[in-house]
């Protein structure tokens, strides 16, 4: 479609917008919307099944977890006192000595409130089916809210009760999104989460079948109760995929095949979160730094290309900060006498997300304030307890300081199972294209082996410091360091920018000559900016060559002999995943 020189952008977007879904799967969150919208759904990422399974989990993933250790411990407690003498707090030893005798409690209403926003109350979810055949949504949950980073903002959803024949009401088969979390743990249905670490959350308790079929679920869920679009319509839309650095080439291609065969969009195409996060933005240039839920990673782009080799993952992020919230807390002695798990109950995760989201922040000195802090037992109405909240600076450095976050009790799933798979990507620069001759696109790239992603266990600012320095030019790296953007929902974590500005400076060499380092504030939320980077690449794409249709991905697929390839970011102007016309 040709637009003249004075065409209005706004009319732009809401032209070639209306049929473009953006979909950006995270471990925790996904974020999805039409390319038209100024910002979308963010929905937790999960789905919860009914299972007459006995005994019941209420968490497929749970038998993967492990237990603190006695080193782990020791090691968390000495990156506490290294943290509280760069926040200027007492260390742990000399809280200790000074809680030998009973700490004196004043009354809680005497601290002043930090953030006078209340906290809200989650309501157990109604597990029964309606009577009614369609039930109607709000106009507040049907609107993708800005402000918000959960799929009800206002959290005012109330329990349905129960009908006179109740008797005859079902269990609904399967629940999806924040209403998932929010099971009672005595009812029978168990939690699942596809994305896990940022991978497919592949393992001996959760089978690679269900974990697709779990994925189409809660995305089908999402396209027809809260995007409206049947599945007769699906054919006339396209869809982006906003994919997260971490996935490896076999998961994308799993991803693609649910987009294009399962849910029927008529084509699709796949962009990095880095450099969508760039165009979100309006840059060229940035080192991107994404801190999600359950991964942080950094991976540097120069004139809308991405450098394949500075991408560095860190297996920690915004939740690992919630727990590590709760943990402070109970050293403090200033958590209620609930239990708290966060673990094993996904409502109380839910919570103290909420909590990190309202008071966490980073800055010298003590930092309290007077918060709700409510209990989920089982069988019982939620609880509230009116509680002082102590050292909530602390939990945020875990960032720079990862033995403080203990990421290895939510460890990612088992790898081994990529063994089974044939890579999806061939290696089309040692191959003749039609016409004879390797296809010149990829004589200036190099060549990178297509294993699973390297995960380091250093602190943030090192790992954006190691990052800028692998791309090995001082002009690109000053240019870096003074371009460094913070996306992710972790992002919004205030005092972070200085914090993340002071210790990268001091985390660079001395032998190099680099003195400058600056993060560039974000024009939008940071939780959705590559989802929005991924709808501008996806209306300003007016050719659109690189897009996958449907009958092709099916008929074709990566056969070798096909004469249509797909290839990798690392090799097309940082796409991860490309279609070529030969």
């Not at 000399?94 to 004196?104: I, L």
């Not at 294209?433 to 943030?460: C, N, R």
């Amino acid at each position: 479609m040709d637009y003249p020189k004075t065409a209005v952008p706004s009319n732009i977007f809401t032209e070639r917008g209306s049929n473009i879904v953006v979909i950006n799967p995270g471990s925790a969150n996904i974020r999805i919307g039409l390319a038209q919208h100024d910002t979308p759904f963010n929905i937790p990422h999960c789905i919860s099944r009914r299972t007459s399974q006995l005994p019941k989990r209420n968490a497929q993933d749970q038998m993967l977890n492990s237990q603190v250790t006695t080193a782990q411990h020791m090691e968390r407690e000495r990156a506490y006192d290294i943290v509280a003498s760069l926040l200027r707090i007492p260390f742990l030893d000399e809280e200790v000595a000074n809680s030998s005798y009973p700490r004196k409690k004043g009354r809680v209403d005497a601290y002043p409130p930090q953030n006078t926003m209340k906290e809200p109350v989650f309501t157990w979810t109604d597990v029964f089916e309606k009577n009614a055949p369609h039930s109607s949504t709000t106009a507040e949950e049907d609107v993708p809210n800005e402000g918000n980073t959960s799929e009800s903002p206002t959290l005012k959803e109330s329990k349905i009760k129960d009908e006179p024949n109740s008797s005859e009401r079902k269990y609904r088969e399967y629940i999806c999104g924040e209403e998932a979390l929010r099971i009672p743990p005595t009812e029978p249905y168990c939690l699942r989460r596809p994305i896990r670490r940022g991978h497919l959350n592949v393992s001996q308790y959760y089978p690679t079948q269900q974990v697709l079929e779990d994925l189409h679920t809660i995305w089908e869920w999402i396209l027809v109760e809260k995007l409206h679009i049947p599945h007769r319509e699906r054919n006339m839309y396209s869809a982006i995929l906003v994919i997260p650095e971490t996935f490896d080439n076999r998961e994308i291609k799993e991803m693609l095949s649910i987009v294009l065969c399962d849910l029927c969009f008529g084509s699709a195409v796949v962009h990095q979160e880095g450099l969508a996060a760039v165009f979100g933005n309006g840059l060229s240039t940035a080192c991107i730094v994404n801190m999600g839920a359950q991964v942080t990673s950094v991976i540097c782009v120069e004139d809308g290309v991405v450098l394949p080799t500075t991408q560095i993952s860190l297996r920690f992020g915004g939740e690992d900060i919630s727990r590590c919230l709760l943990w402070t807390q109970r050293h403090h002695q200033t958590w209620p006498p609930i239990r708290t798990d966060a673990l094993s109950k996904p409502v109380d995760l839910l919570m103290l997300s909420r909590l990190k989201e309202s008071y966490c922040q980073i800055k010298e000195g003590e930092v309290e304030a007077v918060a709700m802090v409510h209990s989920y037992e089982d069988g019982m109405q939620p609880g509230s307890h009116k509680t002082r909240l102590t050292a909530l600076n602390v939990p945020p450095m875990g960032l720079f300081y990862p033995m403080l976050l203990v990421p290895d009790v939510y460890p990612p799933p088992p790898r081994s199972w990529l063994n089974d798979y044939d890579d999806m990507l061939e290696d089309t620069w040692h191959m003749d294209f039609p016409g004879g001759g390797a296809y010149p696109m990829w004589e200036s790239y190099p060549v990178f082996q297509t294993k699973p992603k390297k995960e380091d266990v250093i602190g943030l600012a090192e790992a954006i410091t190691k990052s800028i320095l692998l791309t090995g030019r001082i002009e690109l790296q000053r240019k870096l360091f003074c371009s460094m953007q913070l996306i992710g929902g972790a992002a919004s974590i205030y005092g972070l920018i200085p914090a993340v500005e002071e210790r990268v400076l001091h985390a660079i060499p001395s032998h190099e000559a680099i003195d400058t380092v600056e993060v560039l504030q974000s024009r939008t939320n940071p939780a959705f900016v590559s989802w929005k980077g991924g709808a501008i690449l996806g209306i300003l794409d007016i050719s659109r060559e690189a897009w996958i249709h449907r009958e092709d991905w099916i008929k074709n697929g990566i056969h070798i002999g096909s004469g249509r390839k797909y290839k990798d970011s690392c090799y097309l102007q940082a796409q991860a995943m490309c279609y070529l016309n030969s």
